[in-house]
Nanobody, 117 residues
């Protein structure tokens, strides 16, 4: 089945920026909603951004105005530009796809984002 590989995480100071990448092994962006999720220690995984096949995006209030999701369909790659990072953004970030509102691929290893001074 399709595999998703996240990359681009790292250590950054508060107020800094990172760009995460999600590479897919198949052509999936044209028919699925793609999204980014994160999980901090002791907390449940939460949704942080999504983009549909038409390029429309959505974000929760916690990241709206700071994060931007995008994708390059030809490269089967999705991105998450993260600006004005806060310590509360520290988490492992994952990508996945939805069809009919259901996540359809196994979770990958994710990429660690640590925001600390």
């Amino acid at each position: 089945q399709v595999q998703l590989v996240e990359s681009g995480g790292g250590l950054v100071q508060p107020g800094g920026s990172l760009r995460l990448s999600c590479a897919a092994s198949g052509s999936i962006f044209s028919i699925n909603v793609m999204g980014w999720y994160r999980q901090a220690p002791g907390k449940k995984r939460e949704w942080v951004a999504s983009i549909n096949s038409g390029g429309n995006t959505n974000y929760p209030d916690s990241v709206k105005g700071r994060f931007t999701i995008s994708r390059d369909t030809a490269k089967n790659t999705m991105y998450l530009q993260m600006n004005s990072l806060k310590p509360e953004d520290t988490a492992v970030y994952y990508c996945n796809a939805q069809r009919s509102g259901v996540l359809i691929y196994p979770w990958g290893q994710g990429t660690q984002v640590t925001v600390s001074s």
